[in-house]
């Protein structure tokens, strides 16, 4: 009797313990919402009021982070009271899932909605398929932009490995290695627009008779030659000044990788070489290049995404007129400037598309290799 009473309450049990785990996971999904509206209101909130600027930024800061917090404390604290087969397969899910969809809300949702806009023509009332890309590749001012793009990416990157390259093996001799190093890698401090206009100075240009504020046209007309317009009239050689900016800022990312690459050979390596009887250039090129192999790619290919994203300095300097505009400022111009959202938004994409193969090659590299070599 007793054992058919217990075999009438298992699948009462079976419910019950079922509708339990239901209502706990229920609770754990529900409760990381409701904090996450709270947060939300409380952002609203602090945006429409009318205090000081900085008490709304400090409030915002302590909020954010504070909510933030509280969201993963008030997660956590479910999970610890959820069976441990449950709590361990959600968990995962639970924790990496704001992550993800703030991913998922502020970088793939607009990267679909570009692609979609670019799609239709300027003011988005009409689909028109392709008609964007194929106006952006048969216009001659903008295959200039590709091709000034081109150059930011050839001469730029170049210079930046070779000069870094040649920096790390000078000053891992020097006797003032660690001034050198601290003095070289100083720009990278500076941000983009900070050294644009660090760098007007540079190349500022006044008519012949004036006084030249300009270092390069002071010290040119104090030699007796003419000041010269370098990042306007010049054309297209202006580019290459401004591409100058770029190298001088990430020289010293460069140097850096390079000068920690260079430390870690072996030294028993490059002294066998040196008793087989090579030279130091023999030593450099067959040693030392093919064993910091893998770092040169990784900083070519860091500075490649660079020069194809390059948007501050040429805005600063030029504003991308005088033949100096890139894809960057060419979108900004068409997008927020004539209002052109179809060829805007094709341009985004088409540079979207132009960095994605460098960082999936950027990617398979860091999964085949635990650090640099």
């Known amino acids: 009797m007793t054992e058919e009473l217990a075999l009438e309450d298992r699948p009462v049990r079976g419910a019950l313990w079922l509708l339990t785990i239901l209502g706990r996971v229920l609770i754990s999904i529900l409760v990381p919402l409701i904090a996450f509206l709270i947060l939300w209101q409380g952002f609203l909130f602090l945006r429409q009021n009318d205090a000081p600027k900085v008490v709304t930024g400090a409030i915002a800061i302590v909020w954010g982070v504070g909510g933030v917090a509280l969201i993963y404390w008030v997660m956590n604290w479910f999970l610890a009271r959820l069976p441990d087969q449950v709590g361990s397969r959600i968990l995962p899910y639970l924790f990496v899932g704001p992550a993800l969809a703030i991913l998922i809300w502020f970088l793939a949702l607009p990267t679909l909605r570009t692609l979609w806009i670019s799609l239709f023509n300027s003011d988005s009332s009409t689909f028109i398929g392709l008609a964007n890309y194929t106006k952006i590749f048969g216009d001659p001012a903008m295959l200039e932009v590709f091709r000034n793009n081109l150059l930011w990416l050839v001469v730029g990157t170049s210079l930046v490995v070779v000069l870094g390259l040649v920096i790390a093996v000078l000053a891992d001799r020097s006797r003032f290695e660690s001034?050198?190093?601290?003095?070289?890698?100083?720009?990278?401090?500076?941000?983009?627009?900070?050294?644009?206009?660090?760098?007007?100075?540079?190349?500022?240009?006044?008519?012949?008779?004036?006084?030249?504020?300009?270092?390069?046209?002071?010290?040119?007309?104090?030699?007796?030659?003419?000041?010269?317009?370098?990042?306007?009239?010049?054309?297209?050689?202006?580019?290459?000044?401004?591409?100058?900016?770029?190298?001088?800022?990430?020289?010293?990312?460069?140097?850096?990788?390079?000068?920690?690459?260079?430390?870690?050979?072996?030294?028993?390596?490059?002294?066998?070489?040196?008793?087989?009887?090579?030279?130091?250039?023999?030593?450099?090129?067959?040693?030392?290049?093919?064993?910091?192999?893998?770092?040169?790619?990784?900083?070519?290919?860091?500075?490649?995404?660079?020069?194809?994203?390059?948007?501050?300095?040429?805005?600063?300097?030029?504003?991308?007129?005088?033949?100096?505009?890139?894809?960057?400022?060419?979108?900004?111009?068409?997008?927020?400037?004539?209002?052109?959202?179809?060829?805007?938004?094709?341009?985004?994409?088409?540079?979207?598309?132009?960095?994605?193969p460098v960082m999936i090659y950027n990617l398979r590299r860091f999964r085949s290799q635990a650090g640099f070599r």
């Open 179 to 356: 001034l050198a190093k601290a003095i070289i890698f100083m720009p990278m401090a500076i941000s983009f627009v900070g050294a644009g206009i660090i760098w007007n100075f540079v190349y500022v240009y006044r008519q012949a008779g004036e006084p030249q504020i300009g270092l390069l046209d002071a010290g040119l007309t104090g030699l007796g030659g003419q000041p010269q317009a370098w990042t306007t009239l010049l054309q297209p050689w202006n580019n290459l000044f401004l591409i100058v900016i770029m190298v001088w800022l990430q020289v010293g990312f460069a140097m850096v990788l390079f000068s920690a690459a260079i430390k870690g050979i072996p030294a028993e390596l490059t002294e066998a070489a040196r008793v087989d009887g090579a030279t130091e250039r023999q030593v450099f090129w067959r040693v030392t290049i093919p064993s910091i192999r893998g770092t040169i790619i990784t900083v070519a290919t860091t500075v490649i995404i660079l020069t194809l994203k390059i948007f501050d300095i040429v805005i600063v300097m030029t504003g991308g007129q005088f033949g100096t505009g890139v894809i960057g400022t060419e979108f900004y111009r068409q997008y927020f400037t004539n209002r052109n959202f179809g060829i805007g938004s094709a341009l985004a994409v088409i540079l979207l598309l132009a960095v994605i």
